[in-house]
């Protein structure tokens, strides 16, 4: 059974780099776009962006300017990293699989999310 | 962006109701389009994908139809389970964007 777990500091001041890591076990991360996808407190659902494992990303152009998403196939981990972070990136965050292959696409293993918290 | 718009917003129904909810793309996006389940502190739940294919160990009682703009999630007769948000998400183009939700409530 996959399973996907963030870590990550849950508060960050203003103008920061937000940084988490999402650890995927009981599967490779290898043929899947590993995705970051957030959620503001009592909001609906945004997607952040993906890795693919062989290094290619492609990011929610809202935030394409401040996000990157690297992977580490060795460890099985992925991360992500959003610079100048304000109140507005308050959110939860989820670290998910999908899978893209005609005619299948969805996301079907989703990490339990992580609140960030971005405050002085 | 694809702009995908969902209605009802939120809905209360009954134990062994019908419910449909509605999806509309900004534009077509053939027959690329999930549903998703959220409950409270929970991460969301995959229900369907491609429009009408159900995930393995879904119950059946949840359906999908639709292509081009205009979707529909239909719970045939609602659980009390069943009690959550539901999110529509396009997959046919970048940046993969969601429906705004319906959350479903006990009447």
């Known amino acids: 059974q996959v399973q996907l777990q963030e870590s990550g500091r849950g508060l960050v001041e203003p103008s920061e780099t937000l940084s988490l890591t999402c650890t995927v076990s009981g599967g490779s991360i290898s043929d899947y776009y590993w995705t970051w996808i957030r959620q503001p407190p009592g909001k609906g659902l945004e997607w952040i962006g993906y890795i693919y494992y062989n290094g290619n990303t492609n990011y929610n152009p809202s935030l394409k300017s401040r996000v990157t998403i690297s992977v580490d196939t060795s460890n099985n981990q992925f991360s992500l990293k959003l610079s100048s972070v304000t109140a507005a990136d308050t959110a939860v965050y989820y670290c998910?699989?999908?899978?893209?292959?005609?005619?299948?696409?969805?996301?079907?293993?989703w990490g339990q999310g992580t609140l960030v918290t971005v405050s002085s | 962006a694809i702009q995908m718009t969902q209605s009802p917003s939120s809905l209360s129904a009954s134990v062994g109701d019908r419910v449909t909810i509605t999806c509309r793309a900004s534009q077509g996006i053939k027959n690329d389009l999930g549903w998703y389940q959220q409950k409270p502190g929970k991460a969301p739940k995959l229900l369907i994908y491609t429009t009408s294919n159900l995930q393995s160990g879904v119950p059946s009682r949840f359906s999908g139809s639709g292509s081009g703009t205009d979707f529909t999630l239909t719970i045939s007769s609602l659980q009390p389970e069943d009690f959550a948000t539901y999110y529509c998400l396009q997959d046919y183009g970048y940046p993969l964007t969601f429906g705004g939700g319906t959350k479903v409530e006990i009447k």
């Open positions: 998910t699989r999908r899978v893209a292959i005609r005619p299948r696409y969805y996301f079907d293993y």
